[in-house]
């Protein structure tokens, strides 16, 4: 059932968040970035986090304010996250909408429907892996532009374009390692010397040092928007392990990061980032930026 979990899950995913970037999430999730001034930076997290996420989930009649809350509860005091999503998944059984997991619940790949654990799985995955990913990968984007003003005004001019996402998750992506074991005999090569690697072993591979591979990309460790093959990045995996929440990251990444570089003039950085203590995940644990 992985494959068949892993194929359908992304089928729907995709579709769902293409026809909602015509609509409602990008509008929710700009209309929350101007309510939100510099004193409620953790309801604007909530707003993100929370708010967001219970669209996908749909808004019945617990109501989408109700399910946002109950989510931040979750995330941020280690609630029963198992107990509470199987809670949503039956309610929504009951009153299917237009919503992401309706379209999970109803959607059949070979007459095979994804079960309830397979479900709960995926949301665990959705909101957790997905929610503190894509907040990296707006921190270090937004981080990247203000150190590169010449990259910065073309945002400006243009809006963040998709061509534009996938060069800041190829220069500093959010995940920086993997782990992978092959099923057969595997062969590399490192200069004159070729290296096996036999079936079964763990293997950390680098997605960092992949994006920076200068065989592969001109100049790899300067940021340049109008690169070419920027979308060669490794920064989502490659293959069956190709990153689910993709085009959901792409769509808040397009949302947040450009509403504001296309909102404020002037954005300062106040001190020096610092970053998160972690080997595979990357990303700005506090920046502080002024605006005028």
Same mark, same amino acid.
């Given at each position: 059932? @992985?494959?068949? *979990? ?13 026809? *909602? ?103 665990? @995955? ?25 990259? *910065? ?6 809006? @963040?374009? !998709? ?10 992506? !959010? ?44 100049? !790899? ?26 085009? @959901? ?44």
């Amino acid at each position: 059932m @992985l494959w068949f *979990q892993a194929i359908l899950s992304n089928n729907v995913l995709l579709a769902w968040v293409v026809e *909602q970037s015509q609509g409602s999430v990008a509008n929710e999730v700009d209309s929350g970035f101007v309510a939100c001034d510099v004193e409620q930076h953790q309801k604007c997290h909530q707003f993100f986090g929370g708010h967001l996420f219970a669209g996908f989930l749909g808004r019945y009649e617990r109501g989408q304010h109700v399910v946002a809350k109950m989510l931040a509860s979750i995330l941020d005091d280690g609630g029963e996250i198992g107990n509470q999503f199987l809670i949503i998944i039956e309610d929504r059984r009951k009153h299917l909408g237009d919503d992401m997991l309706s379209s999970l619940i109803t959607a059949e790949e070979s007459g095979e429907q994804m079960t309830t654990e397979e479900l709960m799985a995926f949301l665990v @995955l959705l909101y957790i892996a997905g929610h503190e990913t894509t907040v990296n990968l707006i921190g270090n984007g937004t981080l990247a532009l203000l150190n590169n003003p010449s990259q *910065q005004d073309i945002v400006r001019q243009t809006g @963040l374009q !998709p061509q534009h996402i996938d060069e800041l998750l190829r220069f500093d992506g !959010p995940v920086q390692h993997t782990v992978r074991i092959p099923l057969k005999e595997a062969h590399y090569t490192v200069g004159d010397t070729t290296h096996t690697v036999q079936p079964g072993t763990m293997v950390l591979t680098s997605l960092g040092a992949a994006n920076h591979d200068s065989s592969m990309f001109a100049d !790899p460790h300067t940021l340049r928007l109008d690169r070419d093959n920027s979308h060669r990045h490794m920064a989502f995996a490659s293959g069956i392990h190709y990153c689910l929440g993709s085009a @959901l990251a792409k769509l808040e990444t397009e949302v947040a990061v450009g509403s504001l570089f296309t909102r404020f003039k002037n954005i300062i950085i106040e001190g020096e980032p610092t970053w998160r203590d972690r080997i595979t995940i990357r990303g700005v644990n506090q920046l502080k930026l002024t605006f005028s």
